[in-house]
């Protein structure tokens, strides 16, 4: 199967190369966003008919994935959403390197030249951002070879039994840890052993006529006490703090067949792939939002396409009414702080100013930093700073500001039961802000950690949800524990909290049970 | 081109197709996909195909907005929640109704029904198989068209990569071209009848139209040709629309034979039963206005309307106020009659149970 897969793609690489006159623009326009200071992997642009894209588009990007019916269903979707010209992708790259970029092919001239420009800026930010900093560029081949390897298993076991157990990896394929490829491995810290423990191990260094002050018999008799409470404690507990890669830890402690672990490692390898796009979204699409604007408009576009140019720019950029837009609070973001950084208006003297009509007259350029690209404004020099440091979270709690607030018009929003409506809350920049941050921040997920691995000493694992004032989905919940059940081959507890009381599920993999008030009718979604 | 996609999508429809076969009988009494019937398409609610996960509940997370609006107020635009994330609605399948009736005819067991043995009649198609090098401007087939040209250019050596262009000559046109052909056409008719008098209610009609919905979905992948009519009566009988066929609400007394009048000049005079295979699906709640008028309907039926039809079928819907008479006077009558079935439908739950017994003859 794999040779038959890789003629088939030289092939249509083939078919799929530029055509001369957009070769030409691409050149160009790499060439522009270059001078601009954006800094790209290689990036491969292919021609795609409308199937071809919605496949890739449905295979998240890629154009080789494992057999699953969840594309298939993705791909229809889309099709559909194409016939009926609901939606238009306007853009598909990848974080690999070198980059593949996905043009439509009977997307106007203007369209291409604008989805080029877009594409470079994604690519700046996948190669400079550092949360992409350990993604793996390879990942095309990764993917490939995940698809032969789940191919090869279903050879082996059975094409029912293979999708069975994907399709239970996927329901927890959110439970992952998006921090972890920052961190290093904790395990390493092993707790002190008790019966090694002395009042000498706490002993600081110290000349003898010092002695009994800097170590006073007592205190080190009290610290090791206090170090052999702790010590027992933490033995019995596993593991020794929480863990939130879920993923992680099923398929290390798990109890499964070899081909199942193999499985659920390459679903776990993916979406670890996928979480610092899901953690940047906001940051990714403003940044290139922001460049193919810059560069159309300043310098790309021809007089007689400026008006498609405007009407397809503002269909991307679009706030519909009572919506957030990431490209449009992105892009925004970014002219802000660029704004700011040139006009000085940041650091403790703007912030404490409370007189608004000295701030909205604030000019007061900083002195120029050595570090300044010659030529680079301040607000330049910052905003390409941001791109490279900051995530959706870090984002927002620097740069989103009282007067962006206001001037956006944000607010926040509550569903009321009674009425069945969506109502709004608060204008409050406090509130909005906190609840921004609550979205971007759990990527729209609950968090859940293994807080025991071997509950009630029978083997069954604890899972805990950080209960952050908004309720799991029962319903979904029930099946997601049963599935995990079966993925950890024992019964599986989760302890949330459902309308303000303590609720615990369980799943034995056969039954589930649930401890904890009656949820009210209307939450179900 | 095939996609390397096109066997996860296969496998998708199995699946969606697994679910439909599954709740068959559910579907059936709800209904809720005939809402969102398309021409070639039904719409399936079919929530649970999602894959599972922990997440939050739809309505409890909130989120933030932008617009107008003070706070308190509905949401500007629909009152609806900002959703872009996936499985946030719940996934409907379109299932094509050819689908829809091969699920059907398997669960149901139902026999594929053979065409009457009368004469079939021919229709002529024009097909569109060849290509010419003359013909009208509208049937230009362009690609061939360019690629002929381009054959001719590179031929002559005047083509060049750099500045591609190419103007097609007289001879470079090619045209579409057909041939006329013959085929066998079977077609059929249905006419659906219903007392539409004061003993008929709202939930009485819901369930004929469930009726009507599978059986055109049966027959339609039996026949190339399908045709509808619709006839109501209480002591009159009309012929109406689809629409005010399930909606008319009349009042009055019943004569079962206005209808039966109706339907043979319908048969008369649209369709030649020799060319026809023709369908009688009659739904009453048994009530008639008097035994003279049933006896004139048992005898119109035997002599007149039986021998021109594939099948009559009789449907009793149960209502508190319909006596069911009908049904035994049409059970006596015609019990031995292959082209007579008779159902009794209780409620909802029945449908599944009469659509067997009005298909399962193969007629």
């Not at chain 1, 009977?106 to 951002?129: I, R, S, T, W």
């Not at chain 1, 524990?481 to 615990?504: C, F, M, S, Y």
């Not at chain 2, 009988?25 to 079919?46: A, C, H, N, T």
């Not at chain 2, 029904?113 to 002529?124: D, F, L, S």
């Amino acid at each position: 199967m794999p040779n038959v897969a890789t003629t088939e793609t030289v092939l249509h690489r083939a078919q799929r190369r530029l055509p001369a006159n957009l070769e030409e623009q691409r050149l160009r326009i790499l060439a522009i966003a270059k001078r601009h200071g954006l800094d790209t992997f290689d990036t491969v642009f292919e021609m795609c008919d409308y199937d071809e894209i919605n496949m890739i588009a449905a295979y998240g990007g890629f154009p080789v994935r494992y057999p699953h019916w969840r594309w298939g269903m993705e791909f229809q979707q889309m099709a559909k959403g194409y016939e009926y010209g609901l939606q238009k992708i306007y853009e598909l790259v990848i974080n690999t390197k070198p980059s593949y970029a996905y043009l439509l092919d009977n997307n106007a001239f203007v369209d291409q030249k604008l989805v080029m420009a877009h594409v470079y800026g994604h690519v700046d930010f996948f190669k400079n951002n550092c949360w992409f900093a350990h993604t793996n560029r390879k990942m095309l081949d990764q993917m490939a070879n995940h698809a032969v390897r789940v191919r090869k298993i279903a050879d082996a076991v059975g094409e029912s039994a293979t999708e069975a157990w994907l399709d239970l990896c996927l329901s927890v394929d959110n439970l992952i840890d998006p921090y972890l490829i920052h961190d290093r491995p904790r395990g390493d810290v092993q707790p002190l052993d008790a019966d090694l423990i002395t009042p000498q191990s706490f002993r600081l260094p110290a000349r003898n006529h010092m002695e009994s002050y800097i170590n006073p018999p007592d205190v080190l008799l009290r610290q090791q006490e206090a170090a052999e409470a702790e010590a027992v404690k933490v033995r019995g507990q596993f593991p020794a703090s929480p863990v939130r890669d879920v993923l992680g830890f099923i398929l290390q402690h798990g109890k499964m067949r070899a081909w199942q672990a193999e499985l659920l490692e390459i679903i776990r390898d993916e979406a670890y792939y996928f979480a610092p796009q899901g953690q940047t979204k906001i940051m990714n699409e403003g940044w290139a939002s922001y460049w193919h604007t810059k560069l159309m408009t300043e310098e790309i576009l021809d007089d007689s396409e400026v008006i498609d140019y405007a009407d397809h720019h503002s269909g991307t950029v679009v706030m519909r009414p009572g919506q957030i837009n990431p490209y449009k609070i992105g892009i925004e973001l970014y002219r802000d702080i660029e704004k700011r950084w040139d006009r000085g208006q940041f650091g403790k003297e703007w912030f404490d100013c409370d007189n608004a009509t000295v701030r909205r007259e604030w000019n007061r350029p900083p002195t120029a930093d050595p570090s300044e690209k010659p030529g680079w404004t301040p607000g330049k020099t910052k905003i390409f700073e941001v791109r490279k440091t900051h995530n959706d979270v870090t984002f927002l709690d620097a740069f989103l500001t009282e007067d962006f607030c206001k001037r956006a018009g944000l607010f926040t929003y509550e569903f009321d039961k009674k009425s069945g409506e969506y109502l709004v809350d608060s204008h409050e920049f406090a509130d909005v802000k906190q609840k921004l941050l609550f979205m971007v921040g759990g990527r729209g997920q609950p968090r859940v950690s293994v807080t025991d691995g071997n509950h009630g000493n029978r083997g069954e694992l604890e899972l805990t949800h950080d209960h952050e004032g908004v309720d799991i989905q029962l319903d979904w919940a029930q099946q997601t524990l049963g599935n995990l059940a079966t993925l950890w081959g024992r019964p599986v507890h989760l302890k949330t909290v459902i309308e303000d009381k303590p609720a615990q599920l369980h799943h034995d993999g056969r039954q589930f049970t649930y401890d904890g008030p009656k949820p009210s009718g209307k939450a179900k979604g | 081109m095939p996609l390397n996609i096109d066997q996860d999508v296969q496998r998708f429809r199995n699946i969606v197709k697994g679910r439909v076969r599954k709740d068959l009988k559910r579907f059936m009494s709800e209904g809720e996909m005939i809402g969102k019937q398309g021409d070639k398409y039904v719409k399936i609610p079919l929530p649970e195909i999602n894959i599972p996960r922990l997440r939050y509940g739809k309505n409890e997370a909130g989120g933030v907005g932008q617009g107008e609006g003070e706070d308190g107020e509905k949401m500007p635009g629909d009152g609806q929640k900002a959703g872009d994330q996936p499985g946030e609605h719940e996934y409907e399948a379109e299932v094509s109704l050819e689908e829809l009736a091969e699920i059907l005819g398997e669960e149901l067991k139902l026999p594929r029904i053979e065409p009457k043995g009368r004469k079939q009649v021919t229709a002529t198609h024009d097909k569109y198989t060849g290509i010419a090098r003359i013909g009208p401007n509208s049937l230009r087939h362009t690609r061939r068209t360019f690629q002929a040209s381009l054959q001719r250019q590179v031929a002559a050596g005047a083509w060049s990569p750099e500045r591609p262009m190419l103007v097609p000559t007289r001879e470079d046109m090619r045209f579409r071209s057909w041939k006329a052909k013959q085929e066998p056409q079977s077609s059929a008719a249905i006419l659906y009848v219903m007392d539409v008098s004061g003993s008929m209610g709202k939930e009485q009609k819901e369930i004929v139209r469930l009726e009507a919905f599978w059986i055109d979905t049966w027959l339609k992948a039996n026949y190339k040709h399908l045709e509808t009519r619709f006839i109501i009566h209480d002591a009159a009988a009309k012929e109406v629309d689809r629409d005010t066929f399930f909606r008319v609400k009349e009042s009055g007394g019943t004569l079962i034979s206005s209808a039966y009048t109706l339907i043979e000049r319908t048969i008369l005079d649209h369709y030649p039963p020799e060319e026809w295979n023709l369908y009688v699906f009659q739904f009453s709640d048994g009530d008639n206005w008097s035994a003279s008028d049933t006896k004139i309907c048992m005898e119109m039926l035997r002599d007149r309307i039986l021998p021109k039809v594939n099948l009559f079928a009789y449907g009793q819907v149960e209502s508190e106020y319909g006596s069911g008479q009908f049904l035994q006077d049409i059970a006596g009558g015609f019990s031995d009659d292959e082209r007579v079935v008779i159902s009794r439908i209780a409620d909802r739950s029945a449908i599944m149970a009469s659509i067997r017994d009005f298909l399962g003859k193969g007629r």
